[in-house]
């Protein structure tokens, strides 16, 4: 089972929804009250009405109190069109005039007294609204209280309070998905800065590591804070290990030569076959050793120098004569065809002459260590604003796969035989640091080539 | 007797003759087999004659052959008091309730004594002819003045109460004991009329009734004794008399002619409902429906009740073109209001201030 993605947007909108169904639900049962207690008021007072009215129509004649029914009293009742209404006139000996006996409320009548009493109860199993009106009978011959229960069943109040209920319903519940909408929108609006950290971070150079210095709210900052924290320590462990590394290399020279030249000096002459054999390996690996050391070396300076050295215009061709000559040795394979080809024109660029010497000398002791087979080619030219410089050889080239890997650190397609590549490493470091790249061009009709690639120098930048 | 003629075939039970004593507790029972294999039998329970109820049955049969109906015909008060005595004892008392006087049927309805009963031809009914959809009123029926052509000239046909009062007034002697109208004792819907012209205009109403009184009006349990003592000579005016069994009495005695009041003129809408206890809800339901339908109020129109909502007045017939338009004719509300008519205390004082008046007075001259 795949484990779920916490997500923040996620987290904000589900607590905001649950809020607001809270809230609505909230609202809703306050609005249904308040509907209730609108419809109840609101046909309270046609109830009191009627009830008054037939107060109103009381009559003591000669010692006998009566009661006229107006249908007037009837017909306002009638306003709620579906209610049942139930009534009964209760004259001051306590007995029913006339209306339902059995209407009986189980409210005690005399708290009528003083105002008019309403309350909810059931008769003849529905559910009632009952009004409870007194009247004063102050005849000389006859006098009391006497009392109006008026009963009406509570359809159209429901209606009412059911439909004021569902209308509030629909408000809140729109209020509640523009909300929720407002919500959503402002959450991806706030959590943007977080995406544009993560390109920032993303896009950034993988040897880069200056502070991240983005436009970032308040709530980022500290985030963003213990980011350059992070980087300015790893920095700072890179640069150790570098200048360490540098530091080991340079110890590991001196006991290196000696041991080279101890070697040298063995004669193998009185050694059998088998003896012979093991001593040339130990040469081989004692000059891939120091190779390698005067690599790590190199690298050290170039870095170094990136961070240090002043650029200024060069001559890349003369530069790369320089190169070629220094690392093209007298001695080669007088097998392989080694030209070297030179812009007409000078190519400038701006850079350190040093380093950008190193990376081309680096490339092109590449191509002799791991390629040719009987054709090095070194060519100098421009092409629009860039500065190329092209080796070719007629060898096996790299894989286009590997070709991202071949740039980064003690990466060789030679793994195990020969020397640890650094050499590209060092021409990459230089190109990077001169605004450049180490290209490579696939071998098929002509040879594989690796370009080194660094702007033209221009006026005024 | 004649009114019965055309009862005979299909009389199961006993047939009442018109001079019947009113308040017979045991109704005319009349039974219509089904037109072909019974499979439902319908229970019907009404104050409408059964002469007037038997196109509109016979109809219905048309449309539902397999439906036989038991019809038996209450006056008012018993039905009600009937109907009132099985819902409390929550015991049978039919499928369906018939009766003009609706405001029974609204008091039966507001204790819970009714059905609701919705359908497609429910809903076509007008708001004042239906009470929580469980009062319908079905027909439209003003409430008219007969008179007999031979005794009454044309210069006395009163055409408002008033006029009816003073006729009363200026001719006492001539119609001494020569008006009919309902006994409020013993008619339900006797009552509510009188209820109603209470409230319409309770001056005119004192007024006439006191002329009433003066004249010695003659009293009968139910519109069709009026009649027949109209059709017979023996009365010359018939105050508050229903329009349609006024018309089926004029149809058959050319003598008797009808004035619709033009002051106003209540119009009552005979009521069903379906009581609570009901077995075949769903045939009463039916026969509502069919009442309430285009069809049923066609052939009420036509046979049974002669008057509707929405069509002129019958031939020969004197009133005004727009009864309902002109203000004049004033629709009895089916719904609560009914219900102050039927409070006990109400009823039994203005039926006793009634008799009072109309019936105790001394009698100073007897007619003939």
């Given at each position: 089972?795949?484990?779920?993605?916490?997500?923040?947007?996620?987290?904000?909108?589900?607590?905001?929804?649950?809020?607001?169904?809270?809230?609505?639900?909230?609202?809703?049962?306050?609005?249904?009250?308040?509907?209730?207690?609108?419809?109840?008021?609101?046909?309270?007072?046609?109830?009191?009405?009627?009830?008054?009215?037939?107060?109103?129509?009381?009559?003591?004649?000669?010692?006998?109190?009566?009661?006229?029914?107006?249908?007037?009293?009837?017909?306002?009742?009638?306003?709620?069109?579906?209610?049942?209404?139930?009534?009964?006139?209760?004259?001051?000996?306590?007995?029913?005039?006339?209306?339902?006996?059995?209407?009986?409320?189980?409210?005690?009548?005399?708290?009528?007294?003083?105002?008019?009493?309403?309350?909810?109860?059931?008769?003849?199993?529905?559910?009632?609204?009952?009004?409870?009106?007194?009247?004063?009978?102050?005849?000389?011959?006859?006098?009391?209280?006497?009392?109006?229960?008026?009963?009406?069943?509570?359809?159209?109040?429901?209606?009412?309070?059911?439909?004021?209920?569902?209308?509030?319903?629909?408000?809140?519940?729109?209020?509640?998905?523009?909300?929720?909408?407002?919500?959503?929108?402002?959450?991806?609006?706030?959590?943007?800065?977080?995406?544009?950290?993560?390109?920032?971070?993303?896009?950034?150079?993988?040897?880069?590591?200056?502070?991240?210095?983005?436009?970032?709210?308040?709530?980022?900052?500290?985030?963003?804070?213990?980011?350059?924290?992070?980087?300015?320590?790893?920095?700072?462990?890179?640069?150790?290990?570098?200048?360490?590394?540098?530091?080991?290399?340079?110890?590991?020279?001196?006991?290196?030569?000696?041991?080279?030249?101890?070697?040298?000096?063995?004669?193998?002459?009185?050694?059998?076959?088998?003896?012979?054999?093991?001593?040339?390996?130990?040469?081989?690996?004692?000059?891939?050793?120091?190779?390698?050391?005067?690599?790590?070396?190199?690298?050290?300076?170039?870095?170094?120098?990136?961070?240090?050295?002043?650029?200024?215009?060069?001559?890349?061709?003369?530069?790369?004569?320089?190169?070629?000559?220094?690392?093209?040795?007298?001695?080669?394979?007088?097998?392989?065809?080694?030209?070297?080809?030179?812009?007409?024109?000078?190519?400038?660029?701006?850079?350190?002459?040093?380093?950008?010497?190193?990376?081309?000398?680096?490339?092109?002791?590449?191509?002799?260590?791991?390629?040719?087979?009987?054709?090095?080619?070194?060519?100098?030219?421009?092409?629009?604003?860039?500065?190329?410089?092209?080796?070719?050889?007629?060898?096996?080239?790299?894989?286009?796969?590997?070709?991202?890997?071949?740039?980064?650190?003690?990466?060789?397609?030679?793994?195990?035989?020969?020397?640890?590549?650094?050499?590209?490493?060092?021409?990459?470091?230089?190109?990077?640091?001169?605004?450049?790249?180490?290209?490579?061009?696939?071998?098929?009709?002509?040879?594989?080539?690796?370009?080194?690639?660094?702007?033209?120098?221009?006026?005024?930048? | 007797?004649?009114?019965?003629?055309?009862?005979?075939?299909?009389?199961?039970?006993?047939?009442?003759?018109?001079?019947?004593?009113?308040?017979?507790?045991?109704?005319?029972?009349?039974?219509?087999?089904?037109?072909?294999?019974?499979?439902?039998?319908?229970?019907?329970?009404?104050?409408?004659?059964?002469?007037?109820?038997?196109?509109?049955?016979?109809?219905?049969?048309?449309?539902?052959?397999?439906?036989?109906?038991?019809?038996?015909?209450?006056?008012?008060?018993?039905?009600?008091?009937?109907?009132?005595?099985?819902?409390?004892?929550?015991?049978?008392?039919?499928?369906?309730?018939?009766?003009?006087?609706?405001?029974?049927?609204?008091?039966?309805?507001?204790?819970?004594?009714?059905?609701?009963?919705?359908?497609?031809?429910?809903?076509?009914?007008?708001?004042?002819?239906?009470?929580?959809?469980?009062?319908?009123?079905?027909?439209?029926?003003?409430?008219?003045m007969?008179?007999?052509?031979?005794?009454?000239?044309?210069?006395d046909v009163p055409h408002t109460h008033g006029e009816l009062t003073d006729l009363l007034r200026f001719k006492p002697?001539?119609y001494?004991?020569?008006i009919?109208t309902?006994?409020?004792?013993?008619?339900?819907?006797?009552?509510?009329?009188?209820?109603?012209d209470a409230?319409?205009a309770s001056t005119t109403y004192g007024r006439l009734l006191e002329s009433l009184s003066r004249a010695?009006a003659?009293?009968?349990?139910?519109?069709?004794?009026?009649?027949?003592?109209?059709?017979?000579?023996?009365?010359?005016i018939?105050y508050n008399?229903?329009?349609?069994?006024?018309?089926?009495?004029?149809?058959?005695?050319?003598?008797?002619?009808?004035?619709?009041p033009?002051d106003y003129?209540?119009?009552?809408?005979?009521?069903?409902?379906?009581?609570?206890?009901?077995?075949?809800?769903?045939?009463?339901?039916?026969?509502?429906?069919?009442?309430?339908?285009?069809?049923?109020?066609?052939?009420?129109?036509?046979?049974?009740?002669?008057?509707?909502?929405?069509?002129?007045?019958?031939?020969?017939?004197?009133?005004?073109?727009?009864?309902?338009?002109?203000?004049?004719?004033?629709?009895?509300?089916?719904?609560?209001?009914?219900?102050?008519?039927?409070?006990?205390?109400?009823?039994?004082?203005?039926?006793?201030?009634?008799?009072?008046l109309?019936?105790?007075?001394?009698?100073?001259?007897?007619?003939?």
């Amino acid at each position: 089972m795949k484990r779920r993605e916490t997500s923040l947007f996620w987290r904000l909108v589900l607590r905001v929804a649950l809020v607001l169904c809270g809230g609505a639900a909230l609202l809703s049962a306050a609005a249904w009250y308040y509907a209730r207690a609108a419809a109840d008021d609101a046909y309270d007072r046609l109830l009191l009405g009627a009830a008054i009215q037939i107060t109103a129509n009381m009559t003591v004649d000669a010692g006998n109190l009566g009661v006229t029914l107006p249908s007037s009293a009837f017909e306002l009742l009638g306003l709620a069109e579906r209610d049942r209404i139930f009534y009964r006139v209760v004259g001051p000996d306590g007995r029913t005039l006339t209306g339902y006996d059995d209407l009986d409320t189980g409210v005690d009548v005399t708290a009528a007294r003083t105002g008019p009493v309403f309350l909810t109860t059931e008769y003849r199993n529905v559910p009632v609204r009952v009004a409870v009106v007194s009247r004063a009978l102050s005849d000389p011959s006859f006098s009391g209280w006497a009392y109006v229960v008026m009963a009406q069943t509570t359809e159209a109040r429901r209606a009412l309070a059911g439909e004021l209920t569902s209308r509030a319903m629909i408000l809140v519940g729109i209020m509640s998905l523009l909300a929720l909408a407002g919500t959503v929108l402002a959450i991806r609006y706030s959590l943007l800065p977080v995406d544009a950290l993560a390109a920032a971070l993303r896009a950034r150079d993988p040897q880069d590591l200056t502070p991240v210095d983005a436009d970032m709210p308040r709530e980022l900052k500290p985030f963003v804070g213990s980011i350059n924290h992070f980087m300015g320590r790893l920095d700072e462990r890179v640069t150790l290990l570098q200048r360490f590394i540098a530091d080991a290399a340079h110890q590991i020279r001196t006991p290196l030569t000696a041991l080279s030249a101890q070697v040298d000096m063995l004669e193998d002459d009185d050694l059998d076959v088998n003896r012979k054999r093991h001593l040339g390996r130990v040469r081989d690996r004692v000059s891939q050793l120091a190779r390698l050391t005067n690599q790590l070396l190199s690298h050290a300076m170039v870095i170094h120098r990136s961070d240090s050295v002043r650029f200024k215009p060069v001559d890349l061709g003369d530069i790369a004569r320089k190169a070629f000559r220094s690392t093209v040795p007298i001695t080669v394979d007088p097998d392989v065809v080694v030209s070297f080809e030179d812009s007409a024109e000078p190519v400038f660029v701006r850079g350190d002459a040093v380093s950008l010497r190193e990376a081309i000398a680096n490339i092109i002791d590449n191509a002799l260590q791991h390629g040719v087979e009987q054709r090095l080619a070194v060519r100098v030219r421009r092409e629009d604003d860039r500065a190329l410089v092209e080796v070719a050889d007629d060898g096996p080239g790299i894989p286009p796969d590997e070709w991202s890997a071949v740039t980064a650190r003690f990466v060789s397609t030679k793994t195990g035989e020969g020397s640890m590549g650094l050499g590209f490493a060092i021409a990459a470091e230089v190109a990077v640091a001169h605004r450049g790249t180490v290209r490579f061009l696939e071998k098929g009709e002509g040879d594989f080539t690796v370009v080194l690639d660094i702007p033209l120098y221009q006026e005024g930048t | 007797m004649s009114m019965w003629r055309q009862f005979g075939p299909l009389a199961l039970g006993a047939i009442l003759g018109l001079a019947s004593p009113a308040g017979a507790v045991e109704g005319t029972r009349a039974f219509f087999p089904a037109l072909e294999a019974e499979r439902g039998r319908l229970v019907i329970n009404g104050a409408t004659d059964i002469e007037a109820m038997e196109p509109l049955i016979r109809d219905f049969q048309e449309t539902a052959r397999d439906v036989a109906i038991d019809y038996t015909d209450y006056v008012t008060n018993d039905l009600y008091r009937d109907a009132d005595i099985a819902c409390r004892l929550q015991q049978l008392f039919g499928d369906l309730l018939l009766s003009s006087s609706v405001d029974q049927l609204v008091k039966l309805a507001n204790d819970g004594c009714a059905l609701a009963h919705v359908s497609p031809a429910t809903r076509g009914v007008p708001a004042w002819a239906n009470w929580r959809d469980e009062v319908f009123g079905f027909t439209f029926e003003p409430s008219v003045m007969v008179y007999h052509k031979d005794f009454v000239p044309p210069e006395d046909v009163p055409h408002t109460h008033g006029e009816l009062t003073d006729l009363l007034r200026f001719k006492p002697d001539y119609y001494r004991g020569r008006i009919g109208t309902y006994d409020l004792r013993q008619s339900g819907i006797g009552y509510l009329l009188a209820f109603l012209d209470a409230q319409q205009a309770s001056t005119t109403y004192g007024r006439l009734l006191e002329s009433l009184s003066r004249a010695q009006a003659v009293l009968r349990c139910c519109n069709n004794a009026v009649l027949s003592e109209l059709d017979s000579g023996n009365v010359y005016i018939g105050y508050n008399i229903l329009g349609s069994y006024a018309y089926a009495a004029a149809r058959r005695n050319d003598k008797l002619r009808i004035v619709l009041p033009r002051d106003y003129t209540l119009i009552l809408s005979r009521g069903a409902l379906i009581p609570v206890g009901a077995k075949r809800r769903d045939l009463a339901g039916r026969f509502l429906d069919y009442l309430l339908s285009e069809r049923g109020q066609d052939m009420a129109r036509r046979e049974a009740f002669f008057f509707s909502r929405g069509g002129a007045l019958p031939a020969e017939v004197d009133g005004p073109a727009k009864l309902v338009e002109s203000g004049i004719g004033r629709p009895i509300r089916i719904g609560p209001a009914l219900l102050a008519a039927q409070d006990r205390l109400q009823r039994s004082r203005f039926i006793e201030d009634w008799t009072k008046l109309i019936v105790d007075t001394p009698v100073r001259l007897r007619p003939n």
